[in-house]
T-cell receptor, first 111, second 114 residues
Framework: GQNIDQPTEMTATEGAIVQINCTYQ??????LFWYQQHAGEAPTFLSY????GLEEKGRFSSFLSRSKGYSYLLLKELQMKDSASYLC????????????FGKGTRLSVIA | DTEVTQTPKHLVMGMTNKKSLKCEQH?????MYWYKQKAKKPPELMFV???????INESVPSRFSPECPNSSLLNLHLHALQPEDSALYLC?????????????FGEGSWLTVV
């Protein structure tokens, strides 16, 4: 089976930096995605990694190490609106294949 | 424009009703998906359509019947559902055959079966 692990919950302070880790053991790998999902809303795309290294996009960065089956999402200068679930998802194969999601990490940003 | 539009946003139906969820995208994407999401759980894949043909059915009960009338539209027909089918149903789409193409989600349809 496919195994994607993330911490269930995290809490961080407004203005701080938080790192959300994701490890995966899957039958294939064709890229790792991070989505943000606010309660009651659909997931929105944050980042994508297929090669090792860091991808930076404003306050959000994502890192991938394929040899370790590991990724993290880094959120800087946290804002209250960043309180949400963060979903790590792996695309197993190339082409129009769906994503396999981790269970998500619920991040609470406190003042 | 990275918009996937779903209607209705909320649906309440009885166990003997027949209803449909609709999804539309005009991004030229040729893959479309239905996911089901229960509270505090990740999305679970139900169906994948690629070039208007059903390519993946994740052993979904026949009371859910997908339909892809054309490359922009995806429907999910619902009949004789159970209360445990109450969930958020997410439609998504992605471009064709490009490594790393992103999946874009609609806002979802909240379904309550009574």
């Amino acid at each position: 089976g496919q195994n994607i692990d993330q911490p269930t919950e995290m809490t961080a302070t407004e203005g701080a930096i938080v790192q959300i880790n994701c490890t995966y053991q899957t039958s294939g790998f064709n890229g790792l995605f991070w989505y943000q999902q606010h309660a009651g809303e659909a997931p929105t795309f944050l980042s994508y990694n297929v090669l090792d290294g860091l991808e930076e996009k404003g306050r959000f960065s994502s890192f991938l190490s394929r040899s370790k089956g590991y990724s993290y999402l880094l959120l800087k200068e946290l804002q209250m609106k960043d309180s949400a679930s963060y979903l790590c998802a792996v695309r197993l194969y190339s082409g129009n294949t769906p994503l396999v999601f981790g269970k998500g990490t619920r991040l609470s940003v406190i003042a | 424009d990275t918009e996937v539009t779903q209607t209705p946003k909320h649906l309440v139906m009885g166990m003997t009703n027949k209803k449909s969820l609709k999804c539309e995208q005009h991004m030229g994407h040729r893959a479309m998906y239905w996911y089901k999401q229960k509270a505090k759980k990740p999305p679970e894949l139900m169906f994948v359509y690629s070039y208007e043909k059903l390519s993946i059915n994740e052993s979904v009960p026949s009371r859910f019947s997908p339909e892809c009338p054309n490359s922009s539209l995806l429907n999910l027909h619902l009949h004789a559902l159970q209360p445990e089918d109450s969930a958020l149903y997410l439609c998504a789409s992605s471009p064709t055959d490009r490594v790393g193409n992103t999946i874009y989600f609609g806002e979802g349809s909240w379904l309550t079966v009574v």
